[in-house]
């Protein structure tokens, strides 16, 4: 992970420098606020700001955000004083470190913002084929297209297939393009010039150009507007980027992987996003499965969120008890791992025997797990309704039709005139809808005993 530590406490400061470079961490040093921002629109980035209190943590955090630049903040202060670390935690700090540091304590918090956090957890079967085909492919230069429910573990995914490559100790820089407006996506990937637009007060580098010789994730990447998928296209393609306001173009050598919950090849039919960029993302597809059915994983994620938010809580870790793994086995889990990972950080809190029981697998409403009643047939049938007509959303109704005859036919085993009946047609329009089927090359369910 990348360090930037800002302020002039020399002795202390190079002391916890020390401290995260034993870590694994690359440490920049900023004597001054205008020092850290220059450092931080070169490109060089930063995945942690810590920051003396002596330094304006208020001014710092107002300017992080006039420009857009999104990296947490942990405070650092002589001694433990609790003045000091409330105004630094109101003006926006996430932490207060007192110094001189504790090495634990340095490596808590650099382990809650560094890539070792997002550990692959799995058990189940499902799952891991989906991770050796990821294996097989991260050695390459391939575009991936991870997709899944949200939740799922799209970003885990990809951060796993950057470890797993060449290019692992080259930068991992991750964008949310769904969380930016708009108007300033194009800025945020491409970088712009001084000048280029109102409150554009100095060159600021994109996130193409800070994730050089690296991997670059394009989270929620449906989200990007059709005008602005020509541009990605051309930078994917020539390897490289126009800054906003820029004259030359800048080259740029990265790997793209890119996440979606949304069905893209549906997206590319109605029009809402480009079909020569989903090829060019989709050289590879790793599709994870939703946590509802890999069973053998909700075991396994859970005993690590036990441990982790434990370890957090500065709590003894307790097992879980045999009726609690049975209700989170049998949980739907909507929200994927996410829901997983926020229900046991709960269950952690809440638990107050020897083991966690059910009294503490609670929802976010407070509703025990166990009282989460089946859903009702009614209620089962709404959803496969919505699910089917979500299913026809951005197709055209001759592809819905050809879909309905074809399986229409196949659940009657091939024969024309029980399927001309329960579609309400005449056979004749039948058999013709099926030549023109099968002159475009569709295989037509062949009368049974036929072949």
């Known amino acids: 992970m990348r360090l930037l530590i800002v302020g002039t406490l020399n002795g202390q400061l190079s002391t916890a420098t020390k401290m995260a470079m034993d870590k694994g961490a690359k440490v920049t040093h900023a004597d001054r606020i205008d020092q850290a921002m220059d450092i931080l629109r070169s490109g060089r980035g930063a995945d942690l700001l810590m920051v003396e209190v002596a330094v304006d943590i208020n001014r710092l955090i107002e300017k992080l955000q006039a420009e857009r630049i999104h990296v947490p903040v942990v405070a650092c202060g002589i001694g433990t004083d609790a003045q000091a670390a409330v105004k630094a935690i109101r003006a926006g700090a996430k932490e207060y470190i007192p110094l001189p540091p504790d090495a634990d304590l340095i490596a808590a918090v650099l382990e809650a913002v560094s890539d070792d956090s997002h550990q692959l957890i799995f058990k189940d079967p499902k ?9 097989q492919i991260a050695a390459s230069e391939a575009s991936i297209l991870v997709t899944g429910e949200s939740g799922s573990g799209k970003e885990v995914m990809a951060r796993y297939v950057h470890r797993k490559s060449k290019r692992a100790e080259k930068p991992f820089i991750s ?6 407006p708009e108007n300033l996506i194009e800025s945020e990937l491409f970088g712009h010039e001084k000048g280029a637009f ?3 007060i100095a060159r600021r580098i994109g996130k193409f150009e800070e994730a050089d010789g690296g991997t670059l994730l394009l989270d929620e990447i449906s989200e990007i507007g ?3 998928q020509a541009k990605l296209l051309r930078a994917i393609q020539e390897k490289e980027i126009d800054r906003v306001g820029g004259k030359q173009p800048v ?3 990265i790997r793209i992987i890119a996440t979606s919950n949304r069905e893209l090849a549906s997206e590319v039919r109605a029009g ?8 060019r993302l989709n050289v590879v597809n790793l599709a994870l499965p939703p946590l509802r059915e890999r069973p053998a994983d909700i075991a396994a994620l859970a005993d690590h969120f036990v441990q982790k938010y434990a370890q957090v809580n500065g709590l003894p870790p307790k097992p879980l008890a045999v009726e609690a793994r049975r209700h989170l086995a049998k949980h739907s889990w909507p929200g994927n791992v996410r829901e997983l990972e926020n229900t046991i950080h709960r269950a952690v809190l809440l638990a107050s025997g020897d083991e966690i029981g059910l009294e503490a697998i609670r929802l976010p409403d407070g509703t025990r797990l166990d009282e989460v009643s089946a859903p009702s047939i009614t209620s089962q049938a709404a959803m496969t309704a919505d699910a089917i ?5 951005g197709r055209t109704v001759a592809e819905v039709e050809k879909d309905l005859i074809i399986d229409t036919l196949e659940h009657c085993l091939g024969n024309r005139t029980h399927a001309a009946n329960i579609l309400g047609i005449s056979i004749r329009t039948l058999r013709n809808k099926l030549k023109q ?11 049974a005993g036929a072949a």
């Open 251 to 253: 080259k740029v050598d």
């Open 389 to 393: 007509s979500r299913s026809t959303v």
């Open 272 to 279: 809402r996003f480009r079909e020569d960029l989903f090829y």
């Open 198 to 200: 109102t409150g554009a």
């Open 437 to 447: 089927y099968g002159d475009e090359g569709t295989s037509i369910p062949a009368p």
């Open 127 to 135: 799952m891991g084929s989906t991770i050796e085909l990821a294996k």
């Open 226 to 228: 059709v005008h602005l």
């Open 175 to 180: 964008v949310n393009c769904a969380a930016i």
